[in-house]
C-alpha cells in the first residue's frame, strides 16, 4: 500500500500479482490489488466507461 499511497499504482499491481503468481491465496498482494484499482480509478479511471468497468471489476475480484 506504500507504492499506492506514493502515487504508483501500476508498480503496486505489478508487484502484487508478481506475489500471486508464486502464492494465489496472499491476502497481503490481493488487498493491494483491490487498493491500487480504486486508486487508479480515483485518479481519472473514471473517465472512460471502459477503463472504469474494468478497474471496477479488477477490485470487485480481489475483494473476494
Known sequence: ATLVASGQSVLAIYMAEAILQVEP?????A???????????????DVSFWESGWLRSQAAKWRQ
Request: no cysteine; charged share 15%.
Open 25 to 29: 491465496d496472499h491476502a497481503g498482494a
Open 31 to 45: 488487498k493491494v490489488m483491490v487498493v491500487a484499482h480504486e486508486a487508479l480509478l480515483a485518479q481519472g479511471g
